[in-house]
């Protein structure tokens, strides 16, 4: 069965500083990933995808993230946050054989000022 | 730029009484997602409609639980009746029948069951 593992739940980090959020999933077979945002008071929305291709993908907002195979990841990067990156962020994994999409458990963001 | 449309925003219902959620997805969008949120998880899937049809929805509680999508278009979820631990946000998301299956998200349904 599909699962997604994000290993941080609580992350907090000064402005400037670089982020690195984990996700780990489970599947056998060819995957899309995503990464989701949710800002306080906002709609989840995506803030980047990969389907194919170049395994660095890039998102909005000077995000971007790596998909590595061999390893089942797909980890969240940031080289600079800012105080306005303040969210929840959610890994999602769908199998290209089946329907359902899988999101972890979402990692919570807090950066200070 | 379109948007997922939910309501109601918040319901306060009590324990046994019936609650219905609805839920307009992009225009267009083939695939229309149900989920429930708990606080401090991340969304977990109900049902998945393909246009009218039900193509998952192995975690639907069914003996209370159930949900529609008559025209493919819009869509309702409904519990029937309301159990303490329903309490929780409910969210409604579509995508296109074309990959890579990015999901737009609504606002969610607060959903506090007394």
């Known amino acids: 069965a599909q699962s997604v593992s994000q290993h941080n739940h609580h992350v907090i980090l000064s402005e400037a500083a670089s982020l690195e959020l984990g996700c780990n999933y489970s599947?056998?077979?060819?995957?899309?990933l995503f990464w989701y945002v949710q800002y306080p008071g906002q709609h989840l929305q995506l803030l980047l995808k990969?389907?194919?291709?170049?395994?660095l993908v890039k998102g909005i907002k000077g995000f971007e993230a790596e998909f590595i195979k061999s390893k089942f990841s797909f980890n969240l990067r940031k080289p600079s946050v800012q105080w306005s990156d303040t969210a929840e962020y959610f890994c999602a994994v769908r199998g290209t054989g089946g329907f359902k999409t899988i999101f972890g458990a979402g990692t919570r963001l807090f950066v200070k000022a | 730029e379109a948007e997922v449309a939910q309501s109601p925003r918040y319901k306060i219902t009590e324990k046994s009484q019936a609650v219905a959620f609805w839920c307009d997805p992009i225009s267009g969008h083939a695939t229309l997602y149900w989920y429930r949120q708990i606080l401090g998880q991340g969304p977990e899937l109900l049902v998945q409609f393909q246009d009218e049809s039900v193509v998952d929805d192995s975690q639907l509680p069914k003996d209370r639980f159930s949900a529609e999508r008559l025209k493919g278009v819009d869509s309702t979820l409904k519990i029937q009746p309301a159990e303490l631990g329903d309490s929780a946000m409910y969210l409604c998301?579509?995508?296109?029948?074309?990959?890579?299956?990015?999901?737009?998200f609504g606002p969610g349904t607060r959903l506090t069951v007394t």
């Open positions: 990969y389907f194919s291709g170049d395994p």
């Open positions: 998301a579509s995508s296109s029948r074309i990959g890579p299956y990015e999901q737009y």
């Open positions: 599947y056998g077979g060819t995957v899309n």
